[in-house]
Nanobody, 127 residues
């Protein structure tokens, strides 16, 4: 089973960009679909983006489509979330998650389906 460590969060102004990274330990990173979720204070943990094992297929929440890009580098055991055009409503703790899947159709947008989680990284966007 992989272990995940996120980095790259911070405090930025609206309109700025940030790139989050999630480094995975272990030798089986390419057997996992990867996703980013976020949780604002007092709210549920929401799906942001997901990527298939190969990186060829991606999924996005409507709220971030066109602004955020998920990618992965299996040689580096790392998944990224490039966030452009940040808005105050993007403020949240961002979590990286992994789900052991075989087929693209198994990739979920539901947090309960993910097996492994990082500790989270805070993103704060000021207006």
């Amino acid at each position: 089973q992989v272990q995940l460590v996120e980095s790259g969060g911070g405090l930025v102004q609206a309109g700025a960009s940030l790139r989050l990274s999630c480094a995975a330990s272990g030798r089986t990173f390419d057997r996992y679909a990867m996703a980013w979720f976020r949780q604002a204070p007092g709210k549920e943990r929401d799906f942001v983006a997901a990527i298939s094992r190969s990186g060829a297929t991606t999924f996005y929440a409507d709220s971030v489509k066109g602004r955020f890009t998920i990618s992965r580098d299996n040689a580096k055991n790392t998944v990224y979330l490039q966030m452009n055009g940040l808005k105050p409503e993007d403020t949240a703790v961002y979590y990286c998650a992994a789900d052991h899947v075989v087929f693209v159709r198994e990739i979920s947008q539901t947090s309960a389906d993910y097996d492994v989680w990082g500790q989270g990284t805070q993103v704060t966007v000021s207006s």
